[in-house]
């Protein structure tokens, strides 16, 4: 299995700020990495597919990168309703997920 | 436009069958691909199988001795049955889109599953 390891767990961050989540594979993933938001009681929703492709109708303040085993989702300027927990995802042989890093408000 | 809802028992006695149902609206079944994922309470996520448009199936090997998927086509619905349930299966249960390149795009609700005697 390729493990995913999320960093931090749990990030406090301001109004505004920039923000940077990481997801780091156990094995070179070749870019198949997936990037999801998941609110307190509802379903995740997809943010970024295979590594840097925007999904229809989420906003560009959103933005990944990376490559081999390391990868970055990016808000550029975080507002209140971007509180979630964030989860990676990767897809080299069957799909796996990270444990999440949840984002809060400092 | 695009819909998926899960549904089935609440509560499943250990080492009893689950069954779930997935009806979908919005999509053709013989178009596009749904997986199974699950989410203990609190916890990740796990990509549990899929069905794909053709009709053919792929199963997490952590999973795949228990676990079935299926569909009706006809009556746009995907099944899931996994047998020999214990406590650790509870969770929330989600069928999702699922796309070539193996990400999710369109999630149900969930439904969530307690397994306890």
């Known amino acids: 299995d390729i493990q995913m390891t999320q960093s931090p767990s749990l990030l406090s961050a301001s109004v505004g700020d920039r923000v940077t989540l990481s997801c780091k594979a156990s094995?070179?993933?070749?870019?198949?990495l997936n990037w999801y938001q998941q609110k307190l009681g509802e379903a995740p929703k997809l943010l970024i597919y295979?590594?840097?492709s925007l999904q229809t109708g989420i906003p560009s303040r959103f933005s990944g990168s990376g490559s081999g085993t390391d990868y970055t989702l990016t808000i550029s300027s975080l507002q209140p309703e971007d509180v979630a927990t964030y989860f990676c995802?990767?897809?080299?042989?069957?799909?796996?997920f990270g444990a999440g890093t949840k984002l809060e408000l400092k | 436009q695009v819909q998926l809802k899960e549904s089935g028992p609440g509560l499943v006695q250990p080492s009893q069958t689950l069954s779930l149902t997935c009806t979908v609206s919005?999509?053709?079944?013989?178009?596009?691909?749904v997986s199974w994922v699950r989410q203990p309470p609190g916890k990740g996520l796990e990509w549990m199988g899929a069905i794909w448009s053709g009709g053919s199936t792929d199963y997490n090997s952590a999973l795949k001795s228990r676990l079935s998927i299926s569909r009706d086509t006809s009556k746009s619905q995907v099944f899931l049955k996994m047998n020999s349930l214990q406590t650790e299966d509870t969770a929330i249960y989600f069928c999702?889109?699922?796309?070539?390149?193996?990400?999710?795009?369109?999630w149900g609700q969930g439904v969530m599953v307690t397994v306890s005697s």
């Open positions: 295979y590594t840097n």
């Open positions: 999702t889109i699922t796309t070539v390149l193996y990400y999710f795009d369109y």
């Open positions: 094995q070179n993933i070749y870019k198949y």
């Open positions: 919005g999509f053709s079944l013989t178009s596009n691909s």
């Open positions: 995802q990767q897809y080299n042989s069957w799909p796996t």
